[in-house]
């Protein structure tokens, strides 16, 4: 069983909608969740990260965790073309250790 | 602020031959991470450096692989001899003792090996 798994998509939504994307983590001592938006031949770019269990809104994006379920997820609002990525979960169990990442999922925004 | 960077962008060697490559981390940043994505799977974590000091490298695959940070400043990273599985991007990040543990991420370098 993958540690982290993502649903690798892609995902398609048209524009001005809803995004959501899932996420599942088999290791119960995970602290820390971490969503990373990566573009094309890009780095990964952090868009949010949480720490505890509920929501937590920044924007257009928002993150909820459910620790008894082990699953985090990424809601996007509004979504725009530009939105259109690979969309990684990653999470640690110790602060400032190293991340797993799941496969990532892609996300595809039409006009 | 300069972000993460790496080089080279690409680097196309051939099985046997020996490549190097290069990260800088953001500066004051004491953490410093090596990552690498093999086609189709997941980003996995190659090893962490605390400063100069080896913290973590579990995940380094074998002995052909050989980090280090001399100084605590840049990193490099080194395969030799390389191998054909050893293919993919070879991601850095670095990150500070703030209180939230972001890890910032570099370019990549696309590593193929023939």
């Known amino acids: 069983q993958k540690e982290v798994e993502q649903n690798s998509g892609p995902l398609s939504v048209p524009e001005g909608a809803i995004a959501s994307l899932n996420c599942t983590y088999s290791?119960?001592?995970?602290?820390?969740f971490f969503w990373y938006r990566q573009y094309s031949g890009k780095s990964p770019e952090l868009i949010m990260s949480?720490?505890?269990?509920g929501d937590k809104e920044d924007g257009r994006f928002t993150a909820q965790l459910n620790k008894a379920s082990q699953y985090v997820s990424l809601l996007i609002r509004d979504s725009q073309p530009s939105d259109s990525a690979t969309y990684l979960c990653?999470?640690?169990?110790?602060?400032?250790?190293?991340?797993?990442f799941g496969t990532g999922t892609r996300l595809l925004v039409s006009p | 602020e300069a972000g993460v960077t790496q080089f080279p962008s690409h680097s196309v060697i051939e099985k046997g031959q020996t490549v190097t490559l290069r990260c800088d981390p953001i500066?004051?940043?004491?953490?410093l991470y090596w990552y690498r994505r093999v086609m189709g799977k997941e980003i996995k974590f190659l090893l962490h450096?605390?400063?100069?000091?080896?913290?973590?490298e579990s995940g380094m695959p074998n002995n052909r692989f050989l980090a280090e940070r001399t100084g605590g400043t840049y990193s490099t990273l080194k395969v030799q001899p390389a191998e054909l599985e050893d293919s993919g991007v070879y991601f850095c990040?670095?990150?500070?003792?703030?209180?939230?543990?972001?890890?910032?991420f570099g370019p990549g370098t696309r590593l193929t090996v023939l």
């Open positions: 990040a670095s990150s500070d003792w703030t209180s939230t543990d972001t890890q910032y």
């Open positions: 450096f605390v400063k100069e000091s080896k913290q973590d």
């Open positions: 990653a999470v640690n169990e110790v602060a400032f250790q190293k991340l797993v």
């Open positions: 949480i720490y505890s269990n």
């Open positions: 500066s004051g940043h004491d953490n």
């Open positions: 290791d119960r001592v995970s602290q820390s």
